[in-house]
């Protein structure tokens, strides 16, 4: 099971999302993490305790025409990301 670390805040700038340690966390992680709506998406369903498949039919359901087969894609790619950052831990 993925789970995020604690204090990720994600902020809505412009037309793009970034992600944003905070607290200590922010002192091993001294950056931002950047992403579009699907990944903010994946990111809210992430940190609501949602697992990858689960996370994956979410995003089928709010965006219409996406193959589970993509959008399951979609959330390893973005968990990936988030694991090389060391944002999360788990499988």
């Given at each position: 099971?993925?789970?995020?670390?604690?204090?990720?805040?994600?902020?809505?700038?412009?037309?793009?999302?970034?992600i944003?340690?905070?607290?200590?966390?922010?002192?091993?992680?001294?950056?931002?993490?950047?992403?579009?709506?699907?990944?903010?998406?994946?990111?809210?369903?992430?940190s609501?305790?949602?697992?990858?498949?689960?996370?994956?039919?979410?995003?089928?359901?709010?965006?219409?025409?996406?193959?589970l087969?993509?959008?399951?894609?979609?959330?390893?790619?973005?968990?990936?990301?988030?694991?090389?950052?060391?944002?999360?831990?788990?499988?």
């Amino acid at each position: 099971m993925i789970k995020l670390k604690e204090k990720l805040v994600l902020q809505k700038v412009a037309d793009s999302y970034i992600i944003v340690p905070v607290g200590p966390l922010a002192q091993t992680f001294p950056g931002v993490i950047r992403t579009n709506e699907t990944g903010a998406s994946i990111f809210r369903c992430l940190s609501s305790g949602m697992t990858v498949p689960e996370t994956a039919r979410a995003i089928t359901e709010e965006y219409q025409g996406v193959t589970l087969e993509k959008a399951t894609a979609d959330v390893q790619t973005t968990v990936h990301r988030l694991m090389e950052a060391g944002l999360v831990t788990g499988e």
